[in-house]
């Protein structure tokens, strides 16, 4: 069974760091993509960054500059180190596996794992 689990998310002020982290098991995830996404209260699910199997990454403009994402296969584990937070970044931060391992005739396989969740509450 293919778990994900998120850790540390707190409470900070404006202008801190932290590092949230996702650990996997279950499931070689060398070759997944990673993904950040949040959910703020009363809005959608939105993308936060990705680190491709490839190492290449991509960040959402309101992130770009000031998270990085990372990851360490070794450990089965992804990071997302936040600087400078803001108020706007208060949310609830899931970590994504996903993987198009492509087709055989009809049948398509993909994966797609999501951890719990993780509450960043960034105050003013």
């Known amino acids: 069974q293919v778990q994900l689990v998120e850790s540390g998310g707190g409470l900070v002020q404006a202008g801190a760091s932290l590092r949230l982290s996702c650990v996997g098991s279950?499931?070689?995830?060398?070759?997944?993509?990673m993904k950040w996404y949040r959910q703020a209260p009363g809005k959608e699910r939105e993308f936060v960054a990705v680190?491709?199997?490839?190492?290449?990454?991509t960040y959402a403009d309101s992130v770009k500059g000031r998270f990085t994402i990372s990851r360490d296969n070794a450990r089965k584990t992804w990071y997302l180190q936040m600087s400078s937070l803001k108020p706007e970044d208060t949310a609830i931060y899931y970590c994504?596996?996903?993987?198009?391992?492509?087709?055989?005739?009809?049948?398509?396989?993909?994966?797609?794992?999501w951890g719990q969740g993780t509450q960043v509450t960034v105050s003013s």
């Open positions: 994504n596996a996903y993987l198009d391992a492509g087709s055989v005739g009809t049948m398509t396989f993909k994966y797609d794992y």
């Open positions: 680190i491709r199997a490839s190492g290449s990454t």
């Open positions: 279950g499931a070689t995830f060398n070759s997944y993509d």
